[in-house]
């Protein structure tokens, strides 16, 4: 990976001089993630255990004294999007530039004195398939864009401020997992995150050294998340909370979870809260698990947070559950969609022995299901963000 790595980084200056005519300040990368369990917790205050991949956005950029923004992706063909600061307004349609061109924004809106830059993009990170582009496309800018200027902004207010770009002019009502992962994450760990407190810790996550692989199936359902069932989920979470009279779901201990059910009328909003309660539960357990050095116990918890969120928060599909039914069955330890859902990506625990076995038994079942050839690769816990 790491001569990939190397390459890309040679790409995206290249890149840059061809669109721009000049040399880049600077170059920059951030990564995609995995969530290994704590799904839909992030907008509950609850809690998350994402894993940065080895795939990344990179940017090259350079400083203009005009206030102008350009953005330009070597995935899309065509012109660089130039955006004058008047422009730079919720609502404007850019398609993937929306993205960067929030982070603009949301850094103006927060008072900090970012000009005009040139960008250039480049990414290996799956587009649609539930492993972060977004956010790591957000992430890159928001950093290319602080160090050309000079700010000083810790990871976690970059990360806030990516996630108010994709909430605020984007439109897409996400947490803060996604931009914290690839802020923050760290080479060979999985990053505990509190979403309310902010409070992060760094946990080895070395399967390797364990005999164990924790492979990343995406099945190439593409999953959009904004189009309202993210949103409705985000909604049926909150009208729990206020029915029971709490600021957020992660203040239902699990032990008073019976007694918080029984006083909600709706199904479906019952679903949502088990979901959500029994989901920050068992972030704590695999926590806990890995501590205590038996991440092999991991994998039930990792299958009992995909029948939960098939089952009780209704955002798997027939090609998740396929995934997870045939990992399963063909020795695995454990698997579970991860990410917003409704398509996307799926994480299987297996030992390495097994993981072979596991990964054609799924390639099989999806080529006698008909659908689509799945993409399958391993999830290396590696870097967050940084200047290339
Ligand atoms: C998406 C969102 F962007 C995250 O904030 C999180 O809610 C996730 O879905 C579900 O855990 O990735």
Redesign the pocket.
Known sequence: MSGDTGRHTRDVRDGFREIYGTAPEGAWAAPGRV?LI??????NDGF?MPLALPHTVHAAAARRDDGVLRLHSADVPGAAYRLRPDELTPGADGGWAAYPAGVGWALREAGLPVGGADVHLTSTVPTGA?L?S??ALEVVTGLALTELYGLELSRQQLARLC?RA?NDFVG?P?????QTASACCTAGHVLHLDTRTQDRRQIPFDLAAEGLRLLVVDTRVKHT?ADGA?AER?RACETGAAALGVRALRDIPHGELGAALARLPDPGVRACVRHVVTENRRVEEVVALLEQGDPRAVGPVLTAGHASLRDDFR?SCAELDLVVDTALAAGALGARMT???FGGSAVVLAEDSRSGAVGEAVTAAFEAAGHAVPHLFEAVPSAGARRL
């Open positions: 969530n704590g799904e839909h917790t992030d907008y998350v539930g972060s977004s956010a996630q994709e897409m996400c947490g803060i997992m996604d998340l993210y985000r955002v990410g917003g859902g």
